[in-house]
């Protein structure tokens, strides 16, 4: 795509009074993950009638499939969605999980209001080092960079890990000087996908490593804090997909009293995508099994796009307390 577009054309904001507010407010902006129309027009609804800030974001499997062109366009009909329903919500579009210097230059250059540089799985003079390089170039065009100190289990589209590093507290002070990085995502028990925990029967989700978080508060105060693979696996829809033809055993996710303890401290930023791509096939699989006749997508969709709303919805009035913050 040979043209450059700038975020503030699109209506996007970036992310930093977003964290702002929100670290001095005690909750967390929401960042909902999303792959299609359905799936975006159910984050700018609920988000819009909660009155809530909303970082929208997108991986690079997720960009491709979308197409870039495509991405931008629906990005500025979001803004513009919300507003036609009478709301301000600020919108940021986010690039999850960058693998590259040149992946997040194109998002910046394709009108991204904010890009995250994975470097964890980097030595860590490696990781410090490009993230340098994103946020040099993405501050020139006033985008906001996250980076990611620690590594996070699990499977997401092209993040892959097997096993969980926790983040070192005593190399966030040293990461955040030397990159310049405006939020940074750490590993404190969190992990990619929907299976996040392998549980023996009657044990019960090991609690977050909320020690480790309070030691990087600690250490850099008052900056903003990302959880990733924060979703709650809700089992309503683990069920749902199983009954009607689907096979998720063991799908287990993190608490949300968990989550919102780690919301009303540090963490100003938190990741959600599986719990989204359940609600959508659990309601899919139940609109197909109960109406085999039908084959109009919108039929289908709609229902799932309705679960959606009403998911994101509780998110941000009891989980990420983002209700009413816009």
Do not use: W
Not at 49 to 75: F, H
Not at 177 to 184: I, Q
Not at 261 to 274: E, G, L, P, Y
Request: proline share 4%; aromatic share 6%.
């Amino acid at each position: 795509m040979g043209d450059t577009v700038h975020y503030s054309e699109l209506g996007l904001v970036n992310t930093r009074d977003m964290f702002k507010k929100a670290v001095g407010g005690g909750y967390a902006i929401p960042a909902y993950n999303f792959n299609n129309l359905e799936q975006l027009q159910a984050i700018v609804t609920a988000c819009a009638e909660t009155s809530s800030p909303v970082i929208i974001q997108v991986s690079k499997g997720a960009r491709n499939y979308a197409n870039e062109t495509m991405l931008r366009y629906m990005a500025m009909g979001a803004v513009k969605m919300a507003r036609e329903m009478g709301s301000k919500i600020p919108i940021s579009l986010h690039l999850d999980h960058g693998d590259s210097f040149e992946l997040c230059k194109s998002c910046v250059e394709s009108g991204f209001s904010s890009v995250m540089i994975d470097g964890s799985h980097l030595p860590y003079e490696e990781n410090v080092a490009l993230t340098r390089k994103v946020v040099e170039y993405a501050h020139a065009h006033d985008v906001t960079v996250e980076g990611e100190l620690g590594v996070l289990a699990g499977i997401e589209d092209e993040v892959v890990a097997e096993h969980s590093t926790y983040t070192k507290p005593e190399e966030v002070e040293d990461f955040v000087k030397k990159t310049g990085v405006d939020s940074l995502a750490i590993s404190i028990g969190t992990s990619h996908g929907a299976y996040k925990f392998k549980l023996k029967e009657g044990e019960e989700v090991p609690p977050l490593r909320f020690d480790i978080l309070e030691d990087v508060q600690r250490r850099i105060p008052g900056f903003p804090i990302v959880l990733h693979g924060a979703s709650s696996v809700v089992q309503e829809y683990v069920k749902l997909i199983n009954q009607y033809g689907g096979k998720m055993d063991g799908a287990v996710g993190v608490p949300e009293e968990q989550l919102r303890k780690a919301a009303a401290s540090a963490v100003c930023k938190i990741n959600i995508d599986s719990d989204g791509r359940l609600a959508v096939t659990a309601k899919v699989r139940e609109f197909m099994a109960n109406n085999p006749g039908e084959f109009d997508p919108r039929k289908y969709l709609g229902e799932a796009r309705k679960e959606l709303v009403q998911l994101i919805k509780h998110k941000n009035e009891v989980v990420l307390g983002s209700a009413g913050k816009a």
